[in-house]
């Protein structure tokens, strides 16, 4: 049976050049490709580099790049003509194998912003990155072992091909899962001059380091500075804490401290005495040992004239029913909170609207500035939890069995 029409000759093509890359043979049909040009190393790109490079192509060249350049023994020598520059540049070992694909992306995409004189990349993400057992370029074992990167290989590319990306006018560099094998006063130096508003350095293992990684940082700004899933303790954020004083200096208008359990009130109110606690705009410690101490800490902070709070996010911070209660009442004569999550706090009351639901309603019948709280809610009460929508204010209930799922959705933004 033939099948016609542009799709099939595509898939033919592919299937041509994969009959390349498994037996070594060219078939007649197939033009040579050019002489190899290795970009950093003797090691070709694997597939996958090949396949993140030709999504970055424009689409009128998407046959020529089938045909020509689907065999990973070559580097197309005239890759930069093609590429599409993404205002978004993500690195991660979904799309890449090695640190070669990682090189080859990073400087495609500089040669054509150059070349078509177009912003480079706005975003920069590194990781998740990682070997994945059954994850295969080519089919077999040996060039799996050949081709495949684990984190460390990756942090040390994006260190060597550094000098590209911190000319590039960065607004958000996020470094995601992956074991940093580089000196971190390296890296911080890099990332530092990069000068990026938002820095998020998530599940890194930064215990004991932060503080090295992030010293370069001193008489920066961040419009946000994320720290989740690093098991950070008391003791790493009271070092961290030299970077707000008067000789360091370090503007931060947001932090997120989520996913550390081993942060406790006693680093809340140690952040409530510092500098940052007058600049900081958004503050997330969520699944952090925050307790009811730590919500009567907020709500005394909160109903301060020096606090410029806008977004505070408790989610499983443990702060109890008589700790939420005296929250929200903080949160409701605030000149400056717009948004309050509090999700899955011991919301289990039996007597749920007796208990929290009409104390909530009543104090925030005449709201100062908050629009937007999200809370927990026993599915059964979902009913009664009516009471809220003639408040002047959107009320965002949780069924407490949802708690662990869809956690995005339930974080409210404004304007």
């Known amino acids: 049976m033939k099948i016609w029409g542009v799709a099939a000759s595509r898939r033919s093509e592919r299937q041509r050049a994969d009959a390349v890359c498994q037996t070594g043979e060219r078939p007649e049909d197939v033009p040579a490709p050019p002489a190899p040009t290795r970009l950093r190393s003797e090691r070709p790109l694997s597939l996958a580099g090949l396949r993140a490079l030709s999504r970055l192509r424009r689409e009128d060249n998407e046959r020529r790049w089938v045909q020509f350049h689907s065999v990973a023994s070559y580097v197309p020598t005239t890759l930069d003509q093609w590429v599409q520059v993404p205002v978004d540049l993500r690195l991660d070992n979904q799309d890449l194998r090695c640190a070669e694909d990682l090189c080859a992306v990073v400087e495609a995409c500089d040669r054509e912003a150059q070349r078509r004189q177009v912003p480079p990349p706005k975003t920069l993400t590194l990781g998740p990155w990682g070997h994945e057992p059954g994850c295969s370029c080519h089919g077999t074992l040996e060039v799996l072992r050949e081709t495949s990167c684990e984190a460390s290989e990756a942090a040390e590319a994006f260190m060597t091909t550094s000098a590209i990306w911190t000319r590039w006018p960065l607004r958000s560099i996020c470094l995601c899962e992956l074991r940093l094998s580089v000196p971190l006063e390296r890296l911080g130096a890099a990332l530092a001059a990069a000068a990026p508003s938002v820095l998020r350095l998530q599940h890194l293992s930064l215990r004991g380091t932060a503080l090295s990684l992030l010293q370069a940082f001193a008489g920066h700004e961040l419009e946000l500075l994320d ?146 709280l999200t809370l927990s809610c026993p599915e059964h009460q979902l009913k009664a939890a009516e009471i809220f929508h003639t408040l002047p204010l959107r009320v965002i209930l949780v069924p407490n069995e949802q708690n662990n799922y869809n956690r995005p959705m339930f974080l409210g933004h404004t304007d």
């Not at 958004?282 to 709500?299: F, K």
């Open 227 to 372: 720290l989740s899933g690093n098991a950070l303790t008391d003791d790493d954020f009271e070092m961290l804490l030299n970077l707000a004083g008067p000789k360091s200096a370090l503007k931060l208008h947001g932090l997120i401290l989520s996913c550390n359990p081993s942060i406790t009130q006693v680093s809340l109110q140690q952040l409530l005495a510092s500098e940052w606690a007058s600049q900081l705009q958004l503050l997330d410690l969520s699944e952090c040992s925050i307790g009811p101490s730590g919500a009567l800490l907020l709500g005394n902070f909160l109903q301060m004239p020096s606090s410029v709070l806008r977004d505070l996010c408790l989610y499983r911070a443990g702060i109890g029913l008589e700790g939420l209660r005296r929250l929200v009442a903080a949160a409701a004569v605030c000149s400056s909170l717009r948004a309050l999550d509090v999700t899955a706090n011991a919301q289990r009351e039996h007597h749920w609207l007796e208990a929290l639901g009409k104390p909530l309603a009543e104090c925030l019948a005449q709201p100062k500035a908050l629009k937007i």
